[in-house]
């Protein structure tokens, strides 16, 4: 019976060979980030600390990215702002998407777009859920060497052109 499904449907075939890749093997352009990062992100008015992991999960069919910013409090204290959010990268063929999920209640379905050399990967927004319908977002990675990257952090407000939001700086610690 699973042999009559996958010959009437070849492209099941196709998923199954690329669900055989795991891990690096599956996410080569993008196997560069696994590990754990620190930095900071500069804003118009602010500046935060950052911490990001990137681990495979679900037996390396999954990269998935954790990220806490901090925000330092306005007056001298410890209330301090915490931000999180967690994105998960996947593979589809060739291509590769990701969902993001922002504790402002925000979820992102994104494309991921790699540089011809691998060293950019631009995720642009296809859809915001829980946001106007034509708010559109994305984060370019730049690879500086093996242990660090930068990120440029855009938003287009209803239709707008991109504006940078925020400029990261990462360096590996793992």
């Not at 352009?29 to 008015?45: H, K, M, T």
């Not at 990001?52 to 409090?73: M, N, Q, S, W």
């Not at 979820?107 to 691998?118: D, H, I, L």
Request: proline share 5%.
């Amino acid at each position: 019976m699973v042999l009559m499904l996958l010959l009437a449907h070849p492209t099941r075939v196709c998923a199954q060979e690329d669900a055989d890749l795991r891990g690096a093997a599956r996410f080569g352009p993008l196997a560069w980030l696994v590990g754990e990062w620190q930095g900071y992100g500069i804003f118009p008015d602010d500046t935060t600390y950052i911490h990001k992991r990137f681990d495979y999960e679900t037996a390396g069919v999954h990269l998935v990215e954790r990220t806490i910013d901090i925000f330092p409090p306005e007056d001298l204290g410890t209330d301090y702002q915490l931000h999180q959010d967690f994105a998960v990268y996947y593979r589809d063929g060739s291509d590769y998407h990701v969902k993001s999920f922002f504790v402002e209640g925000f979820v992102w379905s994104s494309t991921v777009r790699v540089s011809s050399n691998g060293d950019t990967l631009l995720v642009a927004t296809d859809q915001i859920e829980n946001a106007p319908p034509t708010f559109r977002a994305r984060i370019t990675f730049i690879r500086e060497g093996e242990d660090g990257f930068r990120g440029v952090f855009e938003l287009a407000p209803d239709g707008q052109t991109f504006e940078v939001f925020e400029r990261q700086v990462m360096r590996r610690i793992r």
